[in-house]
């Protein structure tokens, strides 16, 4: 009777553990790369509008452009502790087409830079706000799910305001 119950209470505990989900689901190769485009996309917005907020010569751009540097500064600290726990290393600084971009914006001056520099986020924030939508769909963990979905807010907004902002220079 005894090694009946043990047997039982082993077979029971087994099934359980089978039903629990794993507390933290290793991410996939789609995570990591998700999460790396996104760190760069940070990058690049906050260095794009580092230079708009000295060179932005329009208000609101300025004001548009100190809202993107503080936003993907917290962006990129909200996704920090998931690229720590993958072992991926963060960019520290744009990458060769923003750095072109920037390029082309400190040869520009005035309303020039202003349209310049807006039609870059419109742009740069529409194609963030389709990968954060993709992979919100798609990734299974679930801690990172709750990440990208409050980042794909954020970048929405952003796009938004970008597209409101462009169409009044």
């Not at 047997?7 to 290793?26: E, M, V, Y």
């Not at 920090?80 to 920037?102: I, R």
């Not at 309303?111 to 194609?127: I, L, R």
Request: charged content about 25%; glycine content about 4%.
């Amino acid at each position: 009777m005894k090694n009946t119950t043990q047997w039982i209470c082993c077979a029971t505990l087994g099934l359980a553990a089978t039903l629990i989900p794993a507390k933290a689901k290793a991410a996939t190769d789609d995570d990591k790369k998700f999460l790396a485009t996104a760190a760069q996309s940070d990058q690049n917005e906050i260095a794009l509008s580092q230079l708009a907020d000295q060179k932005g010569t329009n208000p609101a751009v300025k004001a548009f452009a100190g809202k993107m540097v503080k936003e993907h500064t917290n962006m990129t600290e909200s996704m920090k502790p998931f690229a720590d726990s993958w072992g991926l290393t963060p960019p520290s600084g744009p990458d060769a087409d923003h750095q072109k971009e920037l390029d082309k914006l400190n040869g520009l001056s005035g309303n020039d830079f202003d349209k310049e520099y807006m039609s870059q986020m419109v742009t740069d924030h529409s194609k963030a706000l389709s990968a954060f939508t993709s992979e919100a769909k798609d990734t299974k963990d679930v801690k990172f799910r709750a990440a990208v979905i409050k980042g794909k807010t954020a970048v929405a907004a952003h796009k938004n305001m970008a597209y409101d902002l462009k169409k009044k220079l």
